[in-house]
């Protein structure tokens, strides 16, 4: 088929020629043969190529038609009756054709109705319009479709119609620019240099046949210079291309680039260069997650297909693997995206692979968070219910019985006795205050770090410098952590530092509270030993803070813990 | 002499106020919120005001800060703070700069009656009556060169009576000595920290606290 249509053209141009060299009312037939050939020729071959490399498409065919429709106009040039008529019937249908074809690109619809009408108008009016000039007995004595003699009136349809055309040609122009506006910055640059041309060649048909009607100097000229623009939109679209297949050169590039093993971030940088489309962005698909997200593992939704963005789904071994998010101009070049999800392959997995760690993580942080929190606000229940009920009662117990001994005035015995169950009962309520203040330190969500320490610097083993410069109330966690973080560092001080005086510092600094625990003992603390420092790291990290400890040997311990504080 | 209570649970306040009550002072108020007492304390303008340092709604700071309102803006009211823990820096928020007519003291002590009616009284006279714990826990301070270690065994009994915020004369009860030996100790201790004595009994319970804490 495509091969028929093929020598059907060169047969095309062939007969072009010779009609051009046959001619006897064409003046110049060597530059009209030229023209009509390059006006002609460029519509059949481009089309035939488009068709071949995107046979889904319809602009392919449309386009042979246009150029088949301006060989049939060519038929005018012959003296033989018949085909003259035929050229006659077809002489403006090109015009409206490449105005289709120019709107149509680059699917080959015209995806609106708007559209269409302004095309359905075209047609009738270039063909059918036509028709009623020829009946009328228009187009001289070759016509062998005329009936009525009325070459007046003929003149008048054909002027209507030139027109007409000319304003459909000039919306179409509008609808070009409209089009090229809406899609924001040109994100590919090939596609807004065709459409520029496309809206020219139509501006110079509309110039051409409005100077026709209002019969203007220069005609002849304009039709050259019009045939010369409307043949260079083809060129402009066989550019685009080749330049796809020359894209296919940085397909070898980021060969190149993925063996050098690039970070899982860069791979869509990486891309979008092969694509040569800056906008990518790459989704992974997690399926233990069920959803999308980006090389960090966060979450990320794909755009619905309302013809601003492109998904372009990318699977391996029959398991989905990830999605290119792109611009919809890439879908005109399904070779250069299939090459390039194909070199990606392993990046792509590998980038896959990164997003679920980092997914899993935060997911892990975001329970370990949730287990911390969950942890404290059990502690604080018990410790408030032994503060508002046992030790409540143990208190008013003993009172209840030392108002009983005010009262007993005798008796040595029963006031020993007494006596004792106080001390019992004064015992129970120290140990109880043990248990409560192990629970939850219960002053630091009542009164605030700075009261708090103060006490824990003046019990601490070694004389402590206690340096606090926050104002105000901070988040009820971040106390509670820099609490224990204080508190423990000073226990281990006193257990294995061999310090002789410490500093304990409390500041903000940049929107993070920072705990700092120095002293002078002997260092070397090793921080995988032993529970406590890990606990303190476990609760630092939790609130998304980091924990530091230098401690060389002989050199004492310095402890850092950076915790974000927004408020 | 007058007492208001504040004090949200309900057993422990009907046991302070029949105790107070049978010990000569005359409870006019007892309430369990922060709002409640300064409203009586505004009424009844009490000399003390008992105050439970968790009340209600949040159980946080609410007593604390009644009782820094009613040092502030009612003087003739001594307030005596009661906390089931003692902490240092919560003693030092609550005295600031003056321990006059304040009073700090852990629940528990309130079963040690004669005791307890002791500190109510000193704290209405607008003495102080602070924690034993408070001073023991700064006594405990570690320090790399410590004047404190010069002080006798007796002195520093009557250091921790002082820092109590006990007359001279209710060391000398403590202590079973007589008034003039309580007044040569004090003396004694003053010059071995190289504080400058000081004038009222209060005004020394300050002194020794922030001597102690720095």
Known sequence: MLWALGLAGLAAGGSIVTLAARSEVLPEPGVRASLAAWMTLPYIFGGLLAWWRRPDSRFGPLMVAAGFAGFLSTLTWSSVDGLFTIGQAFDLLPAVLFLHVFLAFPSGRLEQPFERVLVITGYATAFGLQLVGMTLGGFGPNNVLAIAGEAGAAGHVLRTQLVVISSLCLIGVGVLATRRWRAGPPLRRSLSVLIDAFALGLVMIAVLFLAHVLEGPATEQLRWATFAIIGLAPLAFLVGLVSARLARTTVGDLFVELRADPAPQDLRDA???????????????????????????????????????????????????????????????????????????????????????????????????????????????????????????????????????????????????????????????????????????????????????????????????????????????LEVAAFYLVSESLANIGKHAEATSATVGVERLNGRLVVEVVDDGIGGADTERGTGLRGLADRVEALDGRLRVWSPRGGGTRLRAEIPCAR | MRAVIAEDSVLLREGLGRLLNENGLKVVGSCETADDLLLKVRSYSPDVAIVDIRLPPTHNDEGLRAALHIRANHPSTGVLVLSQYVELGLAMKLLADSADGAGYLLKDRISDVRDFVDSVRRVANGGSAIDPIIVSTLLSKRRNDDPLAELTPREREVLELMAEGRSNQGIADALVITLRAAEKYVSSIFTKLGLPSSGSDSRRVLAVLLYLRS
């Open chain 1, 271 to 477: 891309l979008a260069r092969a694509l040569r489309d800056p906008s990518l962005t790459l989704a992974y698909w997690l399926p233990a997650f069920g959803t999308y997200t980006d090389v960090h593992g966060r979450p990320v939704e794909l755009p619905k297909d309302d013809g601003t963005r492109a998904t372009t789904l990318i699977d391996q071994a029959g398991a989905h693997v990830a999605a290119l998010v792109h611009d919809p101009a890439l879908h005109d070049e399904p070779e250069l995206l299939d090459a390039v999800t194909a070199a990606a392959g392993i990046a792509l997995e590998n980038g896959r692979l990164h997003a679920e760690l980092r997914a899993r993580l935060d997911e892990l942080r975001g329970s370990r968070v949730r287990v911390l929190e969950a942890g404290q606000k059990e502690r604080q229940r018990l410790e408030r219910d032994l503060h508002d009920g046992a030790q409540q009662r143990l208190i008013a117990l003993s009172l209840e019985l030392s108002l009983l001994e005010e009262r007993l005035h005798g008796d040595p015995d029963a006031r020993t006795r007494l006596d004792q169950a106080r001390r019992e009962i004064a015992t129970s309520l120290e140990e109880l205050r043990a248990v409560a203040r192990g629970l939850h330190p219960a002053v630091v969500s009542g009164h605030g770090l700075e009261v708090a320490l103060e006490q824990l610097a003046v019990r601490a083993p070694v004389p402590v410098r206690l340096n606090v410069a926050v104002a105000g109330r901070l988040p009820e966690d």
